[in-house]
């Protein structure tokens, strides 16, 4: 337990921050769609992830130069033009919370937007490959310490996509999802500005 909690509560402070991928979950979750496979594929991404971090693969940005750029400005872009998706769904109005079970986009659809929010986010490398992966290097048990970051991850998520659900009678309000569509349109304008500014 000396390696596992500081893992597991590590890693959870660093994803309760809203983000790309939070944001994606809370709107899946929201609309009941795919919520067990979105869940799924971003505690499998982060398991990915911070295990290469745990396992020593920090040093790759030392390594290989261009690969920090190229991750920050091709994520940059991405979430500009995910962030005008949602500014256009704000202004336009007209989402509801019709029926638990709509589904707007298909499951290949949604795990690919999923897996290119969470890949190519470069604060994600930082988060799970670089820090967690740095930060477990001073305890005895890296190993338990991966354990407990990645079961952290997966404890986040499902609770995120799963508990939305709760915030179902808001979002019968079309107005609810405007809000929403403009704090993820915000949130997506201010990393990506932060990653060209870095």
């Known amino acids: 337990m000396a390696s596992f909690l500081p893992g597991f509560f590590l890693s959870f402070s660093l994803i309760l921050a809203i983000g790309a991928q939070n944001a994606f979950v809370l709107r899946q979750g929201l609309r009941r769609a795919h919520v067990f496979w979105v869940c799924l594929t971003c505690g499998l991404s982060d398991a990915v992830l911070i295990i290469c971090g745990v396992a020593g693969f920090g040093a790759l940005t030392e390594a290989v130069p261009w690969f920090e750029p190229v991750m920050r400005y091709g994520g940059a872009a991405f979430l500009l033009w995910y962030g005008w998706l949602n500014a256009r769904s704000a202004w336009r109005g007209g989402s509801v919370l019709t029926t638990a079970g709509a589904e707007t986009q298909s499951l290949r659809q949604a795990i690919l937007t999923l897996l290119a929010l969470t890949f190519l986010n470069p604060h994600v490398y930082l988060d799970t490959v670089v820090l967690i992966g740095s930060i477990s290097s001073q305890y005895e048990d890296k190993v338990l310490f ?10 986040f998520f499902f ?8 915030l ?3 979002f ?9 569509d403009a704090i993820i349109a915000l949130t997506m304008w201010a990393i990506a500005l932060k990653l060209l500014y870095l």
């Open 168 to 170: 179902a009678p808001v």
């Open 159 to 166: 609770a995120l996509g799963y508990g939305a659900r709760l």
């Open 172 to 180: 019968a309000n079309p107005r609810a999802w405007r809000v929403l």
């Open 146 to 155: 991966g354990a407990g970051a990645t079961l952290a991850s997966f404890t």
